[in-house]
């Protein structure tokens, strides 16, 4: 199965759901880490990442399906497609796996949007933390089908895609910061931090009122964060 990198770092209520940084206050500790970050990593609080954000009005959903991102490929050939591998990479009990089919057996998760726990995989959601018509209406619209369906089964760069109630996500459907955050207030940071790494990941814009939102996250700017560049 595919490694989920983790990339975005943040930890809620004890628990690591994407993967875990802290920011430094230290000058030179903050070179320090620098030096040691992949090539194409950037490391800072969000404040600093929403600044890299490429600001524009939103595009039309005219066009949009969500089968052009081929959604639940079996990309590695294993047996278990981008939602089984999602759900294998976030359970905080592992599940066994049977095969053919790649069908789960027990296991536990957190949707850390309402901070609920899980015990049946087909109870699960999984959540394009940018939705898919947001994406569209944010440049993927001219995008080729192999870049499409990259972020529709993007399991390499962890922020992109995370397991939720079919509830919460249903509550989310396709908004922004601008008209959703998640309920679960501890996870609101790290909502915010995943989204701009997401769309800085992908080359995607942020429209102004999306950009007014997360810079109205006042306890959240000075959070520490790595993102990487499209």
Request: aromatic residues 6%; proline residues 5%.
């Amino acid at each position: 199965m595919m490694p989920r990198t983790r990339i975005v770092t943040w930890v809620l209520a004890g628990l690591a759901t994407l993967s875990l940084v802290s920011c430094s206050s230290e000058t030179k500790q903050q070179e320090a880490q620098n030096k040691t970050l992949p090539a194409g990593v950037h490391q800072g609080p969000l404040r600093e990442a929403i600044g890299e954000l490429k600001v524009a009005n939103e595009g039309s959903r005219l066009g949009y399906s969500r089968d052009k991102f081929n959604i639940w490929a079996d990309s590695d050939g294993d047996g278990c497609n981008t939602r089984k591998e999602v759900l294998l990479a976030e359970a905080v009990r592992k599940p066994k796996i049977a095969q053919p089919g790649c069908r789960l057996q027990g296991g536990k998760w957190l949707s850390w949007f309402d901070n609920k726990s899980i015990t049946n995989a087909s109870g699960i959601s999984i959540d394009h933390l940018v939705p898919l018509a947001e994406a569209w209406r944010s440049g993927a619209s001219k995008w080729s089908s192999e870049k499409l369906a990259k972020l529709g089964n993007d399991t390499s760069y962890a922020p992109t895609l995370t397991a939720v109630t079919p509830e919460v996500n249903a509550e989310k459907g396709d908004a922004d910061p601008a008209s959703w955050l998640p309920p679960n207030r501890d996870a609101v940071c790290a909502y915010a931090g995943s989204w701009v790494a997401v769309k800085l990941h992908y080359g995607l814009t942020a429209d102004p009122s999306e950009v007014a939102a997360l810079k109205g996250l006042k306890k959240c700017q000075d959070q520490g964060m790595q993102w990487k560049g499209a």
